[in-house]
């Protein structure tokens, strides 16, 4: 089973749907999470961090389900701009910061 | 505050050629990273550095790969007698002095290296 593993998509979404994402982990260790957006042959861009709490900035929303090992990000209101590759990421236990990424789930929203 | 810097942006090279990549942190970050992307496929972890240390090397190829992050410059990522296989998008990302709780790694604009 990989660390780290989300669904590859594509999600095709109309403008202003809402959409989620999963990502499940496998280290129930894992410390800290992260989504990162990748646009087309750009670099990764933190989007969020996740909180055992969740968090919220503007139209994105970020929770974590520890018991279940898996990390969601929901998108309202699709926006064109928001078409890309979506990259969880989760940061395991232990001393150092080794950082596993998920293969990404690419999102494409259409007028 | 500059960002991370990767040069080249972009690196052809023959078969059987050196490639090497060069990687400047963001001021201040002691922790270096390094990341290989194949066309279509997510980010796999190749080697963690600190500043003339290497702290893991488990995703790197055992031959013909190599990096450093000496005291002085930037990290350098080489590949030796490249074959079209490693072309790939090689990112770098650093990372504040271990303590920062965000732990969040800031990644450079990566360099493209196509072997012929």
């Known amino acids: 089973r990989k660390e780290v593993e989300q669904d590859p998509g594509p999600f095709n979404v109309p403008e202003g749907a809402t959409v989620a994402f999963n990502c499940t982990y496998s280290?129930?260790?894992?410390?800290?999470f992260f989504w990162y957006r990748q646009d087309c042959r750009k670099e990764p861009k933190l989007l969020m961090s996740?909180?055992?709490s969740g968090n919220e900035d503007g139209r994105f929303t970020a929770q974590l389900n520890r018991a279940s090992q898996y990390i969601s990000l929901l998108i309202r209101d699709s926006k064109l701009s928001d078409s890309a590759t979506y990259l969880c990421a989760v940061k395991n236990s232990g001393g150092y910061q080794k950082v596993t990424f998920g293969t990404g789930t690419k999102l494409q929203v259409i007028p | 505050n500059a960002g991370v810097m990767q040069n080249p942006r972009h690196l052809v090279r023959r078969r059987g050629q050196e490639a090497r990549l060069r990687c400047s942190p963001m001021?201040?970050?002691?922790?270096v990273y390094w990341y290989r992307q194949l066309p279509e496929e997510g980010l796999k972890f190749m080697v963690y550095l600190q500043k003339e240390n290497i702290i893991d090397e488990s995703g790197m190829p055992k031959e013909r790969f190599s990096a450093e992050f000496p005291k002085e410059g930037p990290s350098i990522l080489r590949i030796q007698q490249v074959v079209r296989g490693d072309s790939a998008a090689y990112f770098c990302?650093?990372?504040?002095?271990?303590?920062?709780?965000?732990?969040?790694?800031?990644f450079g604009p990566g360099t493209r290296l196509t072997v012929l």
């Open positions: 990302a650093s990372s504040p002095y271990e303590g920062m709780s965000s732990n969040e790694q800031f």
């Open positions: 280290n129930s260790a894992s410390q800290s």
């Open positions: 996740v909180y055992s």
């Open positions: 001021k201040g970050h002691s922790h």
